[in-house]
């Protein structure tokens, strides 16, 4: 099952839109899309050592762009339909302690979450509902996502041939970890 879309991904990465449709991907994820860029990075990657940096640049950029937007969404829901709710239930207080602890730890938990398969549009959407300082947001943003994206394109340019052979031997059991990852990701913010 997921032989024939690896090798699709594989073959794409020698595309012309290879990199714009990685850049949308790692755009969409940052703000409201749920597949991880890693999905094409590390095909992309292994298959285009070459390009290993440029790949990663171009995943981080747009990641980074998306998490702009992401934040947007929260800032906008906020300040629209999230304050509505608040003063309907009468949430102010617990609103408040929200942003203060969110003003208090959220560089460690943009820069924590940002290195994880949690999808990142969490942080970013939470980022903008707590009104964290914009301008160190993105600052944290780049670091946590340029050093993911930098970190695996650097080990799979060094280490790709024989991690290559690798994932290819066990394809099945790294798309279900990947997948259990995802939905595990998505079940600890929600219950968590």
Same mark, same amino acid.
């Given at each position: 099952?997921?032989?024939?879309?690896?090798?699709?991904?594989?073959?794409?990465?020698?595309?012309?839109?290879?990199?714009?449709?990685?850049?949308?991907?790692?755009?969409?994820?940052?703000?409201?899309?749920?597949?991880?860029?890693?999905?094409?990075?590390?095909?992309?990657?292994?298959?285009?050592?070459?390009?290993?940096?440029?790949?990663?640049?171009? /995943?981080?950029?747009?990641?980074? /762009?998306?998490?702009?937007?992401?934040?947007?969404?929260?800032?906008?829901?906020?300040?629209?339909?999230?304050?509505?709710?608040?003063?309907?239930?009468?949430?102010?207080?617990?609103?408040?302690?929200?942003?203060?602890?969110?003003?208090?730890?959220?560089?460690?938990?943009?820069?924590?979450?940002?290195?994880?398969?949690?999808?990142?549009?969490?942080?970013?959407?939470?980022?903008?509902?707590?009104?964290?300082?914009?301008?160190?947001?993105?600052?944290?943003?780049?670091?946590?996502?340029?050093?993911?994206?930098?970190?695996?394109?650097?080990?799979?340019?060094?280490?790709?041939?024989?991690?290559?052979?690798?994932?290819?031997?066990?394809?099945?059991?790294?798309?279900?970890?990947?997948?259990?990852?995802?939905?595990?990701?998505?079940?600890?913010?929600?219950?968590?």
């Amino acid at each position: 099952m997921f032989r024939a879309m690896y090798d699709w991904v594989l073959r794409m990465a020698h595309h012309r839109h290879a990199l714009p449709a990685l850049a949308g991907v790692s755009f969409a994820e940052s703000s409201f899309f749920p597949i991880p860029p890693d999905a094409m990075l590390i095909p992309m990657v292994l298959a285009r050592r070459d390009h290993a940096y440029r790949i990663a640049l171009v /995943c981080t950029i747009a990641s980074v /762009c998306g998490a702009v937007l992401g934040y947007y969404i929260g800032y906008a829901l906020m300040e629209g339909v999230g304050q509505w709710l608040i003063d309907l239930y009468h949430m102010q207080d617990k609103v408040a302690q929200f942003k203060t602890s969110y003003n208090e730890y959220g560089a460690w938990i943009i820069l924590l979450k940002g290195l994880t398969p949690i999808p990142f549009k969490l942080v970013t959407i939470a980022s903008g509902i707590a009104n964290f300082p914009f301008w160190q947001f993105i600052l944290l943003a780049a670091i946590t996502r340029g050093a993911r994206f930098f970190i695996v394109a650097a080990l799979l340019k060094r280490y790709g041939e024989p991690v290559q052979a690798f994932i290819e031997e066990r394809l099945n059991y790294f798309a279900w970890g990947f997948l259990i990852l995802l939905i595990g990701g998505f079940v600890a913010v929600a219950y968590l």
